[in-house]
């Protein structure tokens, strides 16, 4: 199982760095583009803002120096996320981004680049050099007043032409000198754009736990009843059985946190993953030591543990999700950072949503009643809430 891991870790490494058209690109994300399509404004403040993460990201580098660990991450991921707002701008205006980009690359300065002519026909790949390539601080300033100069775009003119000319040389120039690799971050622009505003295909969402005996897989279906005593403890009973520790809140100002292994179940019955719910029922992987180890063991707990926490402070200050249906985004990317390294990472951030929005729904209910019975079916990946 842990060889079979890591060959798909290998293989989606390649699949990322493999090149990809813009044409690929642009039917990818062209459903994940929820804004106004008759208003450009909220696109061109997008890409200014994106644009004004990159620079954030090396002011923080230059700044921070070999401190900043994330910095190389960041600057893909906003690479990605101006490409978006690009793309989507291009729709909006009705100009093929593959053209865009070919008129750039046929410039005397990119006569250098690898594969330039994949770009003509629409494949971003590497960019290797230019002879004349400016430090990596003028090529984003370079990329900031390219994207200013954008702002009072309205409809396609020559002006706005030459604009999205200068914007894509300034992009690739930056991407050069940022070290970044242009298909590795379309591709993961790509999953990260569809991931969070498409609904997942169940078949193709990850199980984690499958290929193991019955006495290692989280159960398919589990009702789990809250009880609370009147020392105000609430304590845990899965088939009739008690399981964990009896929890308070502890804290001065009760806020109902002792009722939070409802978030274990949740992302039991809706990622399948849950290292705290293992631990509980003592269905651990062990028959492979190395997922035993490195994905049920003390620190893949201590993570669960900690985002929980972490979630529910913020959780804390929006009436615990009772309202919008939805999840920041900025709140969903702190999550896939939280589990970087472990399986549940490739669960998509609308998946990780619905675990929070559904778990909190659940909670809400046994808080209000002071207990009650959990019930996760992992098979339909939900979790509801019913009354002892």
Same mark, same amino acid.
Not at 13 to 42: A, G, H, N, Q
Not at 129 to 150: C, R, V, Y
Not at 300 to 318: D, N, P, R, V, Y
């Given at each position: ?23 690929? +690109?642009?039917?990818?994300? $062209? ?9 450009? %404004? ?21 700044? $921070?120096?070999?401190?900043? *660990?994330? +910095? ?18 291009? !729709? !909006?205006? =009705?100009? /093929? ?7 750039? *690359? ?13 770009? #003509? ?9 230019? &002879? ?22 309205? $409809? ?6 030459? %604009? ?5 040389? @300034? ?9 970044? @690799? ?8 790509? %999953?990260?754009?569809? =991931?969070?505003?498409? &609904?997942? *295909?169940?078949?193709?969402? #990850? ?48 806020? =109902? +946190? ?8 949740? +992302? ?6 849950? #290292?705290?719910? !293992? ?9 492979? #030591? ?76 046994? %808080?209000? /009643? /002071? ?5 996760? /079916? !992992? ?10």
């Amino acid at each position: 199982m842990t060889n079979e891991l890591s060959s798909v870790g290998q293989q989606e490494k390649k699949t990322l760095m493999s090149s990809i058209s813009l044409r690929d +690109y642009m039917r990818e994300i $062209e459903l994940t583009d929820k804004l106004p399509k008759d208003d450009v %404004r909220p696109v061109l403040l997008g890409l200014f803002g994106e644009v004004g993460g990159i620079l954030a990201a090396a002011k923080k580098h230059h700044r $921070e120096k070999e401190a900043y *660990v994330g +910095y190389q991450q960041a600057l893909e991921e906003e690479f990605g996320d101006v490409l978006w707002y690009f793309a989507t701008l291009c !729709r !909006r205006l =009705g100009v /093929n981004i593959e053209t865009i980009f070919s008129d750039v *690359v046929r410039q005397d300065g990119y006569n250098q680049i690898t594969a330039a002519g994949d770009i #003509p026909e629409g494949t971003v790949s590497h960019i290797s050099s230019f &002879d004349k390539l400016s430090n990596h601080s003028e090529t984003l300033l370079n990329l900031g007043e390219a994207t200013a100069a954008l702002l009072r775009v309205e $409809e396609l003119s020559e002006q706005t032409q030459k %604009r999205l000319l200068s914007f894509s040389d @300034n992009y690739l120039q930056a991407l050069q000198a940022a070290k970044v @690799n242009f298909a590795k971050i379309v591709r993961m622009n790509i %999953r990260k754009a569809r =991931g969070r505003f498409l &609904d997942p *295909v169940r078949s193709r969402l #990850p199980t984690f736990d499958s290929a193991f005996p019955d006495e290692e897989r989280l159960p398919q279906h589990f009702e789990i009843r809250f009880r609370q005593r009147k020392s105000g403890q609430s304590y845990l009973q899965w088939k009739g059985v008690f399981i964990g520790e009896p929890l308070t809140d502890n804290i001065l100002a009760p806020d =109902g +946190y002792r009722f939070h292994d409802v978030f274990h179940f949740a +992302y039991a019955a809706i990622l399948h993953w849950s #290292p705290v719910f !293992r631990a509980l029922i003592k269905q651990k992987r062990k028959s492979d #030591p190395k997922i035993d180890e490195a994905q049920d063991g003390g620190r893949a707990i201590a993570i669960e543990e900690g985002l929980t926490a972490w979630i529910f402070s913020c959780a804390k200050h929006l009436n615990f999700f009772d309202g919008p249906n939805l999840i920041s985004f900025d709140m969903l990317k702190t999550v896939q950072q939280f589990v970087q390294g472990y399986e549940v990472e490739a669960c998509p951030l609308n998946l990780w949503e619905r675990a929070i929005l559904d778990g909190y729904k659940v909670f809400r209910q046994v %808080r209000g /009643n /002071n207990g009650g019975i959990v019930v996760g /079916n !992992r098979a339909a990946r939900t979790i509801e809430y019913k009354l002892m």
